[in-house]
């Protein structure tokens, strides 16, 4: 069973950045971040290969968002830049096992807490 610990998320004027972590408690495949508003479905925001090699974006934050992760501190991170009010959520980190970068949910098995990111307009 993996762990994930999210941290990062705070309060931010539009047009500001943020950088979320989340460090996981043992080695993983893919990892990502979703996002979550009240009352929407989560929706996928990135994910990164186990290499780093690969990664996906949503369209909305393609540009803006750069996802990286370090493996000798099983952490991955997510850089936010160019902030809108509409990229306000709760952040959730995700991790999987094998092989493929993964893009929905379902492909997720081990899941963060989430952390609030609130961008003021």
């Known amino acids: 069973q993996v762990q994930l610990v999210e941290s990062g998320g705070g309060l931010v004027q539009a047009g500001g950045s943020l950088r979320l972590s989340c460090a996981a408690s043992?080695?993983?495949?893919?990892m990502g971040w979703f996002r979550q508003t009240p009352g929407k479905e989560r929706e996928f925001v990135s994910s990164?290969?186990?290499?780093?090699?690969?990664?996906s974006y949503a369209d909305s934050v393609k540009g803006r968002f750069i996802i990286s992760r370090d493996n000798a501190k099983n952490t991955v991170y997510l850089q936010m830049n160019s902030l809108k009010a509409e990229d306000t959520a709760v952040y959730y980190c995700?991790?999987?096992?094998?092989?493929?970068?993964?893009?929905?949910?379902?492909?997720?098995?081990?899941w963060g807490q989430g952390t609030q990111v609130t961008v003021s307009s």
């Open positions: 995700a991790a999987r096992s094998g092989l493929g970068l993964g893009e929905r949910q379902w492909e997720f098995p081990y």
């Open positions: 043992g080695r993983t495949g893919a």
């Open positions: 990164v290969s186990r290499s780093g090699g690969s990664t």
